[in-house]
């Protein structure tokens, strides 16, 4: 893409999954280890968990201790007998993460030397201690948690933050992420370009006409090989 001097991703649901967001992701494991469950309940035992956490974790704190929190959060609001199956399900969850986030990291790696990247996340306060621990910080110029700049995507603000930590102008950027009404919606309504991580198998039209679509973030390199 002609005059990109950076690309802004999203953490959870692009960086550590390809495409699919941590709530589709718990709502699997937990119909893999305690069985199905109302949808609607889910979501709002999930919600009222992951809300919990909002501003209240250390900011060093690890992804498999927030990943644990947020399971037995899930837990005590669904079903809490079944604390042990959560501590399961946060474990799977996190080797499927640090997996993700290998393959990934090394698209990072190969991409900062052409482009200033930066993550933008609604998250918990701890995503710099996440990245770092991921073995992503030698790749990101910076990082924007939403916990910690008190502003969510899709707002505005939280995309002009992370553009002018990266020195970048709305037109000289790239937004990738997985959510077309937090990502793609909040990317356009500053001018961003945007690209919709859909993940393998996903269906519906992209944010904008002409906006690339991938399934897998490694795709990415093609997408820009070819602007």
């Not at 494991?29 to 199905?36: A, D, H, N, Y």
């Not at 482009?115 to 918990?124: H, L």
């Not at 710099?128 to 990082?143: N, Q, R």
């Not at 000289?172 to 393998?200: C, K, N, P, T, Y």
């Amino acid at each position: 893409m002609a005059d990109l001097t950076a690309l802004l991703f999203d953490f959870g649901g692009t960086l550590d999954s390809d495409g699919i967001p941590w709530k589709a992701r718990f709502f699997r494991l937990w119909s893999e280890e305690i069985g199905r469950t109302e949808l609607e309940r889910f979501d709002r035992a999930f919600y009222d968990a992951d809300d919990a956490l909002v501003g209240k974790l250390p900011k060093d704190l690890s992804l498999k201790e927030t990943v644990r929190r947020l399971s037995a959060g899930l837990a005590r609001g669904l079903s809490p007998e079944n604390g042990a199956a959560a501590e399961r399900i946060a474990s799977r969850f996190c080797e499927d993460s640090f997996e993700s986030l290998a393959a990934n990291g090394k698209l990072l790696a190969s991409l900062s030397g052409r482009y200033r990247i930066g993550i933008v996340s609604n998250f918990y306060g701890n995503l710099d201690a996440i990245c770092a621990e991921a073995g992503l910080a030698p790749s990101i110029a910076s990082v924007i948690d939403s916990a910690r700049v008190g502003a969510e995507r899709p707002e505005p603000r939280i995309f002009q933050e992370a553009l002018s930590a990266v020195g970048a102008r709305p037109d000289q950027a790239l937004f990738i992420g997985d959510s077309l009404a937090r990502d793609m919606a909040g990317a356009r309504s500053v001018g961003m370009r945007h690209a919709w991580l859909a993940g393998e198998g996903a269906s519906g039209a992209p944010c904008c006409a002409g906006d690339p679509v991938l399934r897998r973030l490694a795709d990415l390199e093609e997408v820009l090989g070819r602007n």
